[in-house]
Every structure is written in structure tokens, then in C-alpha cells.
């Protein structure tokens, strides 16, 4: 009997790809954020919105980092400690945005945002655990 096996790893130059792609858009963000327009310009945000941008430009830049770093080097170990950092600070950009909610809409999307924060609250949680144990799992081979 033969088996078929599927690698299912991404391939490398994909994730190279990949990798530019999450730096570019990081970096668009910050710019959109910070620059031009600015976050003042989107209606949606309001003023306490300025006690998460240290936090959110945070988590924008590890992005960059991380991704750029990947670029040049990238084993199992490396990639689940670039994930490690990135969920962490996700968790905490979740966490922060959750309790200054610095959203407002006349549409009543605010029920809605809230769901979504605390999925992204959730998954950022489940990324930190994933990511350690494949960590802790790679370190131990």
C-alpha cells in the first residue's frame, strides 16, 4: 500500500513573499496612522484613541521587525519566538483597545466592535500558547 504524504509547509520563497508583504503593509500603516492622514481624520476614532497609539505603533513596528528579521533568518525556533512576541503584543494592543474603546459610530457598530476585540483578545491568547509550545517543542528536539 503507498501512502501519499503532503508537505503542507509553506514554500520558502512564499513565505518570503509573505513575509515582505506583512512589512509593507505594516509600514503603510504606520505612515496612515501617524503621518498621513492621520488617525484624526478617520471619524470613527476618537480622542482617547491617543492613549493606544504608543501601543498600536508598538505592535506595528515588532510586525516590521519580525518579518524583516525572517527574511534573513528563519528556522522553526526563530519563527515560533517572532510568533511568541507578535501574539503577545497583540494580546496587549487587544486588551488596551477593549478597555479605552477609543471607537465611536452613529451606526451602532459599537456591539460589533466590542465582539471583535474580544475575538482578537481570544486568538492573540491562543497564538501565545500555540507559539510556546511549539517553542518549547522545537527547543526540546
Do not use: K
Amino acid at each position: 500500500m503507498v501512502t501519499a504524504s503532503i508537505d503542507t509547509r509553506p514554500h520558502r520563497a512564499g513565505s518570503r513573499v509573505g513575509y515582505v508583504i506583512a512589512v509593507v503593509v505594516n509600514a503603510a500603516l504606520l505612515i496612515v496612522i501617524n503621518v498621513r492622514p492621520g488617525w484624526h481624520s478617520f471619524d470613527f476614532l476618537t480622542d482617547a484613541f491617543a492613549e493606544v497609539l504608543p501601543i498600536v505603533n508598538l505592535s506595528l513596528v515588532v510586525g516590521i521587525v519580525v518579518n524583516a528579521a525572517y527574511l534573513a533568518f528563519n528556522p522553526r525556533w526563530f519563527r515560533s519566538l517572532g510568533q511568541l512576541l507578535m501574539a503577545s503584543v497583540g494580546l496587549l494592543v487587544a486588551w488596551r483597545l477593549l478597555v479605552v474603546f477609543p471607537f465611536e459610530s452613529e451606526a451602532g457598530w459599537d456591539a460589533l466592535a466590542r465582539s471583535l476585540l474580544v475575538l482578537a483578545l481570544l486568538g492573540s491568547g491562543v497564538g501565545v500558547l500555540v507559539s510556546l509550545v511549539h517553542l518549547v517543542r522545537g527547543s526540546a528536539r
